[in-house]
């Protein structure tokens, strides 16, 4: 099972631009995995942003997909998460996560998730 | 988009006891991607169970998982103090609410 670590600033000023990395351990991002963005909103439950395979294909949330882009650093082996217009809706837990491909579709690996806080 | 809907919101039990939670889906769905998550307070969540079944790595017998249609669930046999946490279930893109398992 890959090691995932977040990382990326705490604050982030309303109409702005998030912006997360996620830093790929135990495995390369080559392999047979698609890489994803959960996040979760204080209090609340959790919310698919989208998700990359090593091959380019990408997939989004419908409500999220204006917004998010999902994008590999193969030479690094890691990935990242951009979030444009940001309101205050978006203050959350933002978690990068793991699916096997075997696993069909499960997050087997999580990150410790990174508090993202929308506000001047 | 397949929505996912458990029940009950909060399932209040004592140690040693069965827990049933239930999620239902907006339409029929294949088990093999329906998959559960275990998560405690200040932590990212865990895989339970994926394929509907299957437990995951490390995860003990007493949590199973069952179901087929639109209707799913997970039993823990006998709850244990680790197991009061919330619980999601999740296909594709979406998740459940989740269901909280706390102490009577």
């Known amino acids: 099972q890959v090691q995932l670590q977040e990382s990326g600033p705490g604050l982030v000023k309303p109409s702005g631009t998030l912006s997360l990395t996620c830093a790929v351990s135990g495995g390369s991002i080559s392999s047979s995995h698609w890489w994803s963005w959960v996040r979760q909103s204080p209090g609340k439950g959790l919310e698919f942003i989208g998700e990359i395979h090593h091959n380019g294909n990408s997939n989004y949330s419908p409500s999220l997909r204006s917004r998010a882009t999902i994008s590999l650093d193969k030479s690094k082996n890691q990935f990242s998460l951009k979030l444009t217009s940001v309101t205050a809706a978006d203050t959350a837990v933002y978690y990068c996560?793991?699916?096997?491909?075997?696993?069909?579709?499960?997050?087997?690996?999580w990150g410790q998730g990174t508090m993202v806080t929308v506000s001047s | 988009e397949i929505v996912l809907t458990q029940s009950p919101g909060t399932l209040s039990l004592s140690p040693g006891e069965r827990a049933t939670l239930s999620c239902r889906a907006s339409?029929?769905?294949?088990?093999?991607?329906l998959h559960w998550y275990q998560q405690k307070p200040g932590q990212a969540p865990r895989l339970l169970l994926y394929?509907?079944?299957s437990r995951a790595t490390g995860i003990p017998d007493r949590f199973s998982g069952s179901g087929s249609g639109t209707d799913f669930s997970l039993s823990i046999s006998r709850l244990e103090p680790e197991d009061f946490a919330v619980y999601y279930c999740q296909y594709s893109g979406s998740f459940g609410q989740g269901t909280k398992v706390e102490i009577k």
């Open positions: 339409e029929s769905i294949s088990g093999i991607y």
């Open positions: 996560a793991s699916q096997w491909e075997i696993l069909r579709g499960a997050f087997d690996g």
């Open positions: 394929g509907g079944s």
